[in-house]
């Protein structure tokens, strides 16, 4: 049961990069920075790209794409990002990826910066405001890790009382501190205790669900983390494998099995992204353009995962769902 309509990607198979050598020489080239991993973020690859072609600018045709992927090694950034700088490439790209846009910044202040980020930008240090981001530097945001207490909020209203909260974290991403103030402050006020796993690696990640299965009427919040969304699909079975309830940021987990998401709509948030980077390669200024903030969030539930569970949800959480998969 659906109640909006997504965001329509380009049709047919994922065109992936051309080798630059075979590219005109006058095309513009954009370089791509991220810390995750092309096979998890096609679909969102492909909302990029639509944005670029509301611009007038399709892959191989007039614009080619250079694509450096860390795979959740945050540390491969910094050489990434100075790679595309000796390369001059046009702009720098970094949708969906917090991490790399502000490796990015300290790799440049010359060459115009685009990102799609899920924090706070302004206090991440990305841009001086959102109406005016002065430099090199311009996005748009989801504020997806600003948003830890409305999970925690929606999920206790689904499991036991007498629950005990985790937060699953990792230390090495730019967006745990701001995640981690919003929820704990978000717990305080719902009267409840959120404990701290972290992971930044696959085993920390298994070790995380083993001390889980451990601790029984466990729930799980996962943070917004390019390396955990790298990884969703491992997270999700682990979490069906201890049967515990989990509550993510993004609806790819709730696809794969998970049993809720809280979010913004992030293909728009990428989608803008693209158009940014189109309008920077026809001659406008990062300092001219205004952050984008998200104004569109979707709660979504997988009642498969739910009835496995032995979850029974109220009414008044399912009446919340954008969107309930059956």
């Known amino acids: 049961m659906k109640r909006r309509q997504f965001i329509t990607f380009l049709s047919g198979a ?17 370089g791509f920075l991220h810390a995750g991993s092309p096979e998890q973020n096609m679909q969102r690859l492909l909302a990029y790209r639509k944005g670029l ?3 007038g600018f399709v892959e191989g045709q007039n614009v080619a794409i250079e694509f450096r992927w860390a795979d959740g090694h945050v540390d491969r950034l910094h050489d ?6 000796r390369r001059q490439v046009a702009v720098i790209a970094t949708p ?8 990015a910044k300290s790799a440049t202040s010359t060459i115009p910066i685009v990102f799609a980020a899920g924090g706070d930008v302004v206090g991440l240090g990305l841009v001086a405001s959102l109406s005016q981001p002065g430099a090199n530097v311009t996005g748009a945001t989801s504020l997806n890790a600003d948003i830890g207490a409305k999970r925690l909020d929606l999920i ?12 699953l974290v990792n230390p090495g991403s730019v967006l745990s501190g701001s995640y981690l103030k919003d929820l704990q402050v978000g717990a305080a006020g719902l009267g409840l205790h959120v404990e701290i796993l972290n992971a930044g690696t696959d085993g920390e990640i298994e070790a995380a669900f ?12 996962v943070s917004t983390d390019a390396f955990f969304f790298s990884r969703h699909q491992q997270i999700v079975k682990l979490a069906a494998r201890y049967r515990v309830p989990a509550m993510f940021d993004n609806r790819e987990y709730a696809l794969s099995g998970g049993l809720m998401s809280y979010g913004a709509d992030f293909y728009v948030v990428l989608e803008q992204a693209g158009v940014y980077t189109g309008r920077i390669l026809k001659g406008e200024k990062p300092a001219d353009m205004p952050v984008m903030q998200s104004a569109r969030y979707e709660f ?6 739910a009835k496995a569970f032995g979850l029974a949800l109220p009414p008044t959480v399912l009446a919340l769902a954008d969107e309930v998969i059956e």
């Open 53 to 55: 072609a509301d611009t």
């Open 80 to 85: 990434m990002a100075l790679d595309l700088v």
């Open 96 to 103: 969906g990826s917090t991490d790399a846009a502000l490796v």
């Open 210 to 221: 083993t001390n889980l299965s451990q601790q029984p009427g466990s729930v799980l919040l």
């Open 14 to 30: 994922v065109a992936w990069p051309v080798a630059a050598q075979a590219q005109q020489p006058s095309m513009p080239v954009i």
């Open 300 to 305: 979504v539930i997988n009642m498969n995962t």
């Open 156 to 167: 206790r209203q689904v499991v036991p009382k007498e629950a005990r909260y985790f937060a």
